[in-house]
């Protein structure tokens, strides 16, 4: 920690750590990138270059916008929450409207350049964030908690499936599920919330000639994933059983050069890995993102206020929750979904509303760190009531699963907190006199 200027004012420092995990899945990302998709770059553009330079040009744009929300302090989010969540709201739409059709759905503009559900994620993140927030221990009122966040994850969900897009609508209302048990919510509406969604995911499945043709291959291939009718499932599988201990090395696979698994260089990119960098390789994939997990939950639990805790969770947890569905679809526990492998795969949307989150888990992070060295130089006295509590599964009187350092009595009515801590004068919601509590 340094400090800075005339005023002394302490600067918080970065999750390095974090950094460091996802400079690795970039790395590792072009380099796949390149291996997988050359043949194809060959064949249709004549430039063996062609896909891993777009993806180079998009991590330039990523890294721009990881620097810019890394430099802004997180609490913006918290205040700009409803325009954000509006423009996410009408990108849906408009995308239904106007949107380009590919591969028998219509998620993109331009082609196929952008994809708005890819940054709709990190909206709606923030939305539901400062929604919760807000409500503090009426979370746990159905007609405050469990009614308004049902509409909203149905606006939401019926927006992305109608594209369809129906694994990235099961990531988001799985991510704000999450968020809400965090937030202290009752168990039983936890409960509800999951039978309601996958009742409705069920219909959906059964009534989108798109979702059911491809579970109804993928449930005639789970006895025997490699005889499997579903191409893209069992080329995976083999793909990964290719690649044996230590791979067949970069550039010798056979799924890319032969075509054999499609869309290689994004969707499957994790078969390539499996392929050409053996187990090992795919084992070190799962340890980056698991490493990744850690340093989000951590810098989640050390957050200054609510907001700050639950925007960490829900932007650690959509990105592992995304990162486990892409690499299920390999290994055939899971019908191909469509999700990219972050930070890896080929894809601009994806690659860049990744990284701004991570620009936003560092924004939390340096101010974390700025509110935990005011709170050392208040005193150890002072700094005892800024301590966290261990995570409570059971919590019933609507306070959040994992307790704000600070003022508890804030945190159990939602309120913001600040960063700062308060001197001791300063009420905590009972009433003094003379200078002291009356209880």
Same mark, same amino acid.
């Given at each position: 920690?340094?400090?800075?200027?005339?005023?002394?004012?302490?600067?918080?420092?970065?999750?390095?750590? *974090?950094?460091?995990?996802?400079?690795?899945?970039?790395? *590792?990302?072009?380099?796949?990138?390149?291996?997988?998709?050359?043949?194809?770059?060959?064949?249709? &553009?004549?430039?063996?270059?062609?896909?891993?330079?777009?993806?180079?040009?998009?991590?330039?744009?990523?890294?721009?916008?990881?620097?810019?929300?890394?430099?802004?302090?997180?609490?913006?989010?918290?205040?700009?929450?409803?325009?954000?969540?509006?423009?996410?709201?009408?990108?849906?739409?408009?995308?239904?409207?106007?949107?380009?059709?590919?591969?028998?759905?219509?998620? @993109?503009?331009?082609?196929?350049?952008?994809?708005?559900?890819?940054?709709?994620?990190?909206?709606?993140?923030?939305?539901?964030?400062?929604?919760?927030?807000?409500?503090?221990?009426?979370?746990?009122?159905?007609?405050?908690?469990?009614?308004?966040?049902?509409?909203?994850?149905?606006?939401?969900?019926?927006?992305?499936?109608?594209?369809?897009?129906?694994?990235?609508?099961?990531?988001?209302?799985?991510?704000?599920?999450?968020?809400?048990?965090?937030?202290?919510?009752?168990?039983?509406?936890?409960?509800?919330?999951?039978?309601?969604? %996958?009742?409705?995911?069920?219909?959906?499945?059964?009534?989108?000639? &798109?979702?059911?043709?491809?579970?109804?291959?993928?449930?005639?291939?789970?006895?025997?994933?490699?005889?499997?009718?579903?191409?893209?499932?069992?080329?995976?599988?083999?793909?990964?059983?290719?690649?044996?201990?230590?791979?067949?090395?970069?550039?010798?696979?056979?799924?890319?050069?032969?075509?054999?698994?499609?869309?290689?260089?994004?969707?499957?990119?994790?078969?390539?890995?499996?392929?050409?960098?053996?187990?090992?390789?795919?084992?070190?994939?799962?340890?980056?993102?698991? *490493?990744?997990?850690?340093?989000?939950?951590?810098?989640?639990?050390?957050?200054?206020?609510?907001?700050?805790?639950? *925007?960490? %969770?829900?932007?650690? @947890?959509?990105?592992?929750?995304?990162?486990?569905?892409?690499?299920?679809?390999?290994?055939?526990?899971?019908?191909? @979904?469509?999700? %990219?492998?972050?930070?890896?795969?080929?894809?601009?949307?994806?690659?860049?509303?990744?990284?701004?989150?991570?620009?936003?888990?560092?924004?939390?992070?340096?101010?974390?760190?700025?509110?935990?060295?005011?709170?050392?130089?208040?005193?150890?006295?002072?700094?005892?009531?800024?301590?966290?509590?261990?995570?409570?599964?059971?919590?019933?009187?609507?306070?959040?699963?994992?307790?704000?350092?600070?003022?508890?009595?804030?945190?159990?009515?939602?309120?913001?907190?600040?960063?700062?801590?308060?001197?001791?004068?300063?009420?905590?919601?009972?009433?003094?006199?003379?200078?002291?509590?009356?209880?």
């Amino acid at each position: 920690m340094t400090t800075s200027g005339r005023n002394n004012t302490p600067k918080g420092r970065y999750d390095w750590g *974090l950094l460091s995990v996802v400079t690795i899945l970039l790395m *590792l990302g072009v380099v796949m990138v390149f291996s997988a998709s050359y043949p194809r770059g060959l064949e249709g &553009y004549d430039d063996p270059y062609y896909f891993a330079f777009r993806q180079v040009i998009w991590l330039a744009v990523g890294i721009v916008g990881l620097i810019i929300a890394a430099r802004i302090p997180y609490t913006f989010w918290e205040r700009w929450s409803i325009p954000i969540m509006g423009i996410a709201l009408l990108s849906l739409l408009a995308v239904i409207i106007i949107g380009a059709e590919r591969f028998g759905a219509t998620r @993109t503009y331009y082609q196929g350049s952008i994809q708005p559900s890819e940054p709709a994620k990190i909206a709606i993140i923030i939305y539901v964030s400062a929604w919760l927030t807000s409500k503090g221990r009426r979370i746990r009122d159905a007609r405050a908690g469990l009614l308004p966040f049902g509409v909203l994850m149905g606006i939401v969900a019926v927006l992305i499936v109608l594209q369809p897009e129906i694994s990235t609508a099961v990531l988001i209302v799985a991510t704000a599920a999450v968020m809400l048990f965090v937030a202290g919510a009752d168990l039983k509406q936890l409960a509800a919330v999951g039978v309601i969604a %996958t009742g409705t995911f069920l219909l959906v499945i059964q009534y989108s000639s &798109y979702a059911g043709d491809r579970i109804q291959r993928y449930l005639a291939s789970m006895g025997n994933p490699i005889a499997s009718d579903e191409w893209q499932v069992s080329q995976g599988v083999q793909a990964l059983m290719r690649g044996g201990l230590f791979g067949r090395g970069l550039g010798n696979g056979l799924a890319q050069q032969t075509g054999y698994l499609p869309v290689s260089w994004s969707d499957n990119i994790y078969g390539v890995i499996g392929e050409e960098l053996g187990l090992l390789g795919a084992l070190f994939v799962i340890l980056m993102f698991a *490493l990744l997990a850690y340093r989000g939950l951590r810098i989640a639990l050390r957050a200054p206020d609510n907001f700050g805790m639950l *925007l960490a %969770t829900g932007i650690t @947890t959509i990105l592992i929750l995304q990162s486990l569905l892409n690499m299920a679809v390999i290994v055939a526990v899971s019908p191909p @979904t469509g999700v %990219t492998l972050p930070f890896v795969s080929y894809g601009g949307s994806s690659l860049v509303a990744s990284l701004v989150g991570i620009g936003i888990l560092l924004s939390i992070s340096r101010f974390s760190a700025e509110s935990a060295l005011r709170t050392s130089r208040a005193g150890a006295a002072q700094a005892g009531r800024y301590s966290y509590e261990r995570v409570d599964l059971g919590r019933g009187n609507g306070r959040s699963r994992v307790s704000r350092p600070g003022r508890r009595d804030s945190a159990r009515a939602g309120a913001y907190q600040a960063t700062t801590p308060r001197p001791s004068s300063v009420g905590d919601g009972r009433v003094r006199r003379g200078g002291k509590r009356s209880d």
